[in-house]
């Protein structure tokens, strides 16, 4: 496996042909929104579902807000799309704020509605607690014992976080691809890495996962630039913004028809490349809207499913 990838990525050090020209469409894709806050935000969600729906995602996630705060809402918007869509919906969940009871309680109800895939996250306090996580009493300390416990109730699909740039309260690298293989080992069954605008970063942590024993997917999380000043907030201490993609955005703020292009370019060439690196599949951040990873899963060659 790592011989072929890294073979792959000598090989793809100079590109054969324009961006993606004759890609078979081998891609996995799957793509995750978040709970709506308001009817209009609503709207350009299923706007955005059912937009992507025809690509045949192998599932969507629905995000959990810092400290529980969208609890009913991430609860409805999976539940509806379990009943009014094919997709496969995965709930994100956190530990935060909450006793084991009462998050072992929302996984019940998960399980009832049909959903079988959870996104098993510790989670962060909203930033007015403090940011800092403290465990409930009764509560789920970390990610990994969040795993064990959904594990112990319902056999569920579980997904897990990992940071190719290293979550930033963790000691070392070391101790954090450790604490990734502890989630795993609890019984998630692939990670979903936190975005990044790095490759190198990307490939090397998937060396050295696969040399630390981990062989589940690691898909990488895609994040299109929709506003520069948006993603250098989200990125806080975990991904880190090259000078060349400062250099990229600056002077299109003003611009969004520009900026939509500059960012879907961006991230057309940061998948090329992960494809050339042997990446079959493809995780979008969409932020609730459709166009980019839409863009970009056509140019890896996905089509939508009925036209084949
Ligand atoms: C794909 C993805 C989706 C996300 N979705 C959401 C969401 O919906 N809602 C939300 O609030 N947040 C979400 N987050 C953010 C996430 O909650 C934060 O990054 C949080 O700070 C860490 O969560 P985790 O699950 O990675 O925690 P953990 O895996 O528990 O790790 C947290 C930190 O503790 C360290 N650690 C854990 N256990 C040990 C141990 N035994 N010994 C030493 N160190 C340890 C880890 O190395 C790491 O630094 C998401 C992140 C990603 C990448």
Redesign the pocket.
């Known amino acids: 496996m790592t011989d072929l990838l890294e073979a792959v990525r000598a090989q793809a050090a100079v590109p054969q042909s324009p961006l993606f020209a004759s890609l078979p469409g081998d891609v996995a894709t799957s793509f995750e929104f978040f709970p709506p806050k308001s009817e209009k935000m609503e709207a350009q969600l299923w706007d955005a579902v059912q937009t992507l729906a025809p690509l045949g995602p192998e599932f969507v996630s629905v995000?959990?807000?810092?400290g529980g705060s969208t609890r009913e809402r991430t609860h409805n918007t999976v539940a509806r799309i379990a009943r009014e869509t094919a997709l496969k919906p995965a709930a994100?969940l956190?530990c935060?704020a909450a006793s084991k009871a009462e998050i072992d309680e929302i996984a019940e109800q998960y399980w009832e509605a049909g959903v079988r895939h959870i996104?098993?996250?510790?989670?962060?306090p909203p930033p007015a607690d403090g940011g800092t996580?403290v465990p409930h009493p009764e509560g789920y300390a970390?990610?990994?014992d969040l795993v064990a416990g959904l594990k112990a109730r319902r056999d569920f699909d579980i997904s897990?976080?990992?940071?190719p740039e290293v979550?930033p309260?963790?000691?070392s690298a070391q101790?954090?691809l450790d604490?990734l293989k502890?989630?795993l080992d609890a019984g998630a069954n692939r990670a979903?890495?936190?975005f990044f605008f790095s490759t190198d970063a990307y490939f090397r942590f998937l060396d050295k996962a696969l040399a630390a024993g981990i062989t589940v997917p690691i898909l990488p999380?895609i994040m299109p630039v929709t506003s520069f000043a948006a993603i250098r907030r989200m990125s806080g201490d975990?991904t880190e913004i090259p000078a060349w993609m400062e250099a990229m955005f600056t002077g299109l703020d003003d611009q969004p028809g520009a900026r939509a292009l500059v960012a879907g370019a961006v991230a057309a060439d940061l998948c090329c490349r992960l494809y050339q690196g042997g990446v079959r599949n493809f995780h979008f951040y969409t932020l609730n809207r459709a166009e980019q990873a839409y863009a970009i899963c056509h140019m890896l060659g996905v089509r939508p499913k009925e036209i084949g």
């Open positions: 995000t959990y807000g810092a994100h956190t935060v996104v098993a996250l510790r989670g962060d996580f970390s990610a990994a897990v976080a990992a940071y979550h309260e963790a000691a101790s954090d604490n502890r989630k979903i890495s936190q999380g975990t």
